[in-house]
């Protein structure tokens, strides 16, 4: 097999990979510098074979920490910008919560306004309770003391919006090839030079690695540590870290007409997410689920074809190179969700709307969910490792991150972004790692 060039190797075709490679091949032709034939994306079996392609596709701002905000603000910006051909759905987000975790969402709320992204607050259980039932007459939750309603972002569909990013770096000449899987790296003076493939070797002069949850097979052919060492901020250091840690994403669809879930005026809801203190009891059979911190989210989802959604994610206990990527989501016998996500999710749907008491017996009984790979402090990390090689390892936060791609770009061609700087791999040395919330979730 001939050996063949690409200036720009991107590996994986997924929302990083295909949003780099669309926003690299328009910066290299506005500024002259070259075009999309520049460009090649890998992917070992398809456009949206991996997370991106099963993510539930919310797309919120609610993060605690600042600059994942910030992020998330620029990253809306891009689904805005073309709504049909990302499959967007702009029908906003609600975070509902309970007062242990009203302060973080007060202070989110705060840091939205100066930022500029639209979002109203709503605090007290009379208020909250009043604002709920305003949308959803049959709202019943008890215990919630803070709603947080952001008036942008929302959903996209996954598969379809995958297809139109594609779609816009082809028309901008960029070449996907498909069903290429890349095995091991080249390495010179210490410089990636080639990608070595089932399908020959690929010189190239820079790397972009959009693996999603296979980085840790791309982060071992850069022969980058397994473990690290990890400086907390109060200064205690952990010497011998996992650099990923993987977790099981535990989602599933009711199947009811999504029309079924409509507010009061007959509109499509805002995205759902609760968290809640309250004891969670089982919809069926009354029993107690657990009576520790909980949370769910959901929406009535026409491509999913139900209410579809998700609760907290489940830490998988063994070593990241024990896990089995492969066969990936669905696919996998080993990830899908089970019995007790079905009962919690369903109880959970029950405890919020009188609409979804008696509702499991709808829940779709199809192959669910999905695994991810989590950075040490469960945050991305978005850094350039031996000299060419640019790392996009969202930690899982990233189908909403259509923008990020935007942002490598920039700095692929050497321009430094501020919002990607919070994002770089040195501050496990230096300790300067994000806020943690209150969240029942690993990921807010
Ligand atoms: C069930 C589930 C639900 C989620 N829901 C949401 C959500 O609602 N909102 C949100 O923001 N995020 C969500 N996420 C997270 C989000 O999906 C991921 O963070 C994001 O899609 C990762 O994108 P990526 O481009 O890095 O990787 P992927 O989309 O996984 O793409 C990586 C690609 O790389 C290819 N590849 C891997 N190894 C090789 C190789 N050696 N050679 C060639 N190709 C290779 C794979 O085939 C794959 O297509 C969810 C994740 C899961 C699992």
């Known amino acids: 097999m001939s050996v063949q060039h690409a200036r720009y190797v991107i590996i994986g075709a997924g929302i990083h990979g295909l949003s780099t490679a669309w926003h690299l091949a328009t910066r290299l032709k506005a500024t ?59 029908v906003g987000y609600l975070q509902i919560a309970p007062e242990e975790m009203r ?18 607050l709503i605090e007290g259980s009379d208020a909250c309770r009043a604002y709920l039932q305003g949308m959803f007459s049959d709202w019943q939750a008890p215990g919630i003391s803070v709603v947080l309603h952001e008036k942008r972002g929302g959903y996209a569909n996954n598969v379809a919006s995958m297809r139109g990013l594609a779609a816009k770096a082809e028309a901008e000449g960029v070449t996907i090839r498909t069903g290429v899987r890349v095995t091991e790296l080249s390495l010179d003076g210490g410089a990636v030079t080639a990608v070595r493939t089932d399908a020959g070797d690929i010189e190239c002069e820079q790397l972009v690695v959009a693996a999603g949850p296979w980085v840790r097979d791309v982060w071992a052919m850069l022969d980058l540590p397994s473990h690290i060492s990890v400086t907390v901020p109060d200064g205690t250091v952990h010497p011998d870290a996992p650099m990923w840690t993987y977790w099981a994403l535990q989602e599933g669809t009711l199947d009811v007409d999504p029309h079924e879930f409509t507010d009061n005026r007959g509109q499509l809801p805002p995205v759902v997410h609760v968290d809640s203190a309250e004891p969670l009891y089982d919809d069926v059979d009354g029993a107690l689920i657990t009576d520790e911190m909980w949370g769910i989210y959901y929406k009535p989802d026409f491509s999913f074809g139900g209410v579809q959604g998700g609760a907290s994610p489940l830490r998988l206990d063994r070593p990241a190179d024990q896990i089995a990527v492969d066969p990936y989501g669905p696919e996998s016998a080993e990830f899908v969700v089970g019995e007790d996500f079905i009962r919690m999710w369903t109880s959970a749907l029950a405890h919020c709307h009188k609409r979804f008491e008696g509702k499991r017996e709808v829940y779709r009984r199809e192959p669910t969910g ?11 990390v978005f850094d350039t490792f031996r000299q060419n090689a640019y790392v996009i390892a969202d930690s899982n936060h990233g189908y909403k991150m259509l923008g990020v791609g935007a942002l ?37």
């Open 370 to 380: 999905g695994i991810g790979a989590f950075t040490p402090d469960s945050f991305p």
């Open 103 to 120: 302060a973080d969402v007060g202070q989110i709320f705060v840091e939205q306004q100066a930022i500029g992204y639209d979002s109203e």
């Open 408 to 444: 490598v770009a920039e700095e692929l061609l050497g321009e430094p972004q501020a919002l990607l700087e919070p994002f770089r791999f040195s501050r496990y040395s230096t300790g300067q790692l994000h806020p943690t919330s209150h969240s029942p979730f690993p990921w807010s």
């Open 32 to 90: 002259g510098r070259g075009d999309g034939r520049d460009v090649l994306v890998i992917d070992k079996k398809d456009i949206a074979a991996g997370a991106s392609g099963v993510a539930c596709g919310v797309i919120r701002n609610n993060y605690f920490q600042p600059a994942m905000r910030e992020l998330m603000a620029h990253s809306v910006d891009v689904w805005e910008s073309d709504p049909e051909a990302f499959a967007y759905h702009p």
